[in-house]
C-alpha cells in the first residue's frame, strides 16, 4: 500500500512510527537550512477542489522543505468549471509527471476512488475528503497532544488513558472522524460533545462516547478540549440550533474556559469561528495549541510525504 486516505486503518504501530518521523521533521524545522534532499526529482501535486488555508499551505511547505517540486491545482479557475472529471483531471497531471497527489474534495471517497481506480500511478494523500476523514489533521493533533504532555520523551509513545474531549459539529466533521479512529488507536478515552441535531444517526462500531451536556463534560476535568467549527456551509447557510444558542450552550466562552484546569488543552483545526465554537480568550489562551496545531502540521506532512515517496516507507494504508 501506498495511499494515506483514513486513520481508521493505521495500525498503532504505524501511527506512532508516522510521528515519531514527525518529531525527525520538526527537528529539521529548527535548523537554519530547513530542507532535506528527500524527495529531489519527485513532484507532488496539490489538487484542491475546497477551500483551504492551512492544509494546502503546509503540504506545500512540507514538499518543499523535502525538495520536491511542487504543482498546486486549484479547481477555481480551471477545466474543473468547465465540466472536466475527476478522472481526467488527475490523468493531465499524472501526464505532467505527479509521484504524489494531495487532494482534497467536497464528495466523500474521492480520494479513495484516485488512489484505486488506476487512473493514476502516483500517491495520493487525503487533504480532507466531504464529511469523511482529514487524516493528516488528526495525526497532526496527535502530535500536537504527544508533544505538550511528553514533551523531548514522546517518541515511541501513544496516548495511553488521555481524556480527549470533542465538541461540536460532529456530523460534518471529517477531523472528528479521523481523530475518533486515531486517538483510539492510540490509547485515548474520547467523548463527543453536540447538540443532537450535529450528531451522525448511525455511529455504531465508533470508538468514542456521545454526551449532549458540554458543562457536564467538561466538569470531568479532561485532558484535551478540541473545539470543532460549525460548517454552516455544508448546512446551506443556516443551522439549528441558532448561532446564539449554540454559543450559549455548546460553545467554549469564557465562563467554560475559566472553569477549565490550567493544564487542559485547548485544540481547534480552524478556521476558527471566534465567538461561537470559541472565545477569543480560550483560542488566545496559553493553554490554546491552535498554533502549535498548524505549525506541526508541516512536520507530520513532511513525514506523510516521506513515507510515501521516498521509497523508505513502511505500510501506510
Ligand atoms: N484544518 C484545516 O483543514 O484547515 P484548512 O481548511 O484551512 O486547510
Redesign the pocket.
Request: proline residues 10%.
Given at each position: 500500500m501506498r495511499h494515506l486516505l483514513s486513520t481508521r486503518s493505521l495500525s498503532r504501530d504505524e501511527a506512532i512510527a508516522l510521528l515519531d518521523i514527525a518529531e525527525d521533521m520538526a527537528a529539521v524545522q529548527h535548523r537554519e537550512v530547513k530542507k532535506l534532499p528527500t524527495l529531489r526529482g519527485k513532484t507532488v501535486v496539490n489538487l484542491f477542489f475546497?477551500?483551504?488555508?492551512?492544509?494546502?499551505?503546509?503540504f506545500e511547505a512540507a514538499a518543499k522543505r523535502l525538495s520536491a517540486d511542487v504543482i498546486n491545482f486549484s479547481a477555481k479557475g480551471s477545466s474543473v468549471s468547465k465540466g472536466e472529471s475527476l478522472k481526467d483531471t488527475a490523468q493531465t497531471l499524472q501526464a505532467m509527471g505527479a509521484d504524489g497527489v494531495v487532494i482534497?474534495h467536497p464528495a466523500s471517497g474521492a480520494p479513495y476512488t484516485l488512489a484505486t481506480s488506476g487512473w493514476i500511478d502516483a500517491g495520493v494523500v487525503n487533504?480532507?475528503d466531504g464529511t469523511h476523514e482529514?487524516p493528516t489533521?488528526a495525526l497532526l493533533d496527535a502530535f500536537t497532544m504527544r508533544s505538550r504532555l511528553h514533551g523531548a520523551a514522546s517518541r515511541g509513545k501513544g496516548l495511553d488513558g488521555v481524556r480527549v474531549v470533542i465538541v461540536g459539529d460532529i456530523l460534518h466533521s471529517r477531523?472528528a472522524r479521523s481523530n475518533v479512529w486515531l486517538l483510539s488507536t492510540l490509547g485515548a478515552e474520547v467523548t463527543l460533545v453536540a447538540p443532537p441535531t450535529l450528531v451522525p444517526v448511525d455511529m455504531a462500531g465508533w470508538p468514542a462516547s456521545v454526551a449532549f451536556d458540554l458543562d457536564e463534560a467538561l466538569a470531568t476535568k479532561p485532558d484535551v478540549v478540541m473545539m470543532l467549527r460549525i460548517q454552516a456551509e455544508r448546512m446551506h447557510g443556516s443551522f439549528f440550533p441558532n448561532s446564539r444558542e449554540y454559543a450559549r450552550t455548546w460553545g467554549l466562552d469564557d465562563a467554560r474556559f475559566s472553569q477549565l484546569p490550567t493544564t487542559t488543552m485547548v485544540m481547534h483545526?480552524?478556521?476558527m469561528n471566534r465567538g461561537l465554537e470559541i472565545s477569543a480568550l480560550a483560542a488566545d489562551s496559553a493553554q490554546s495549541t491552535v498554533r502549535e496545531?498548524v505549525a506541526n502540521?508541516v512536520s507530520v506532512r513532511m513525514a506523510a510525504l516521506y513515507l510515501l515517496l521516498s521509497g523508505e516507507r513502511g505500510e501506510l494504508r
Open positions: 475546497e477551500d483551504s488555508t492551512r492544509t494546502r499551505i503546509s482534497r487533504a480532507g482529514h489533521q477531523v483545526p480552524g478556521p496545531q502540521g
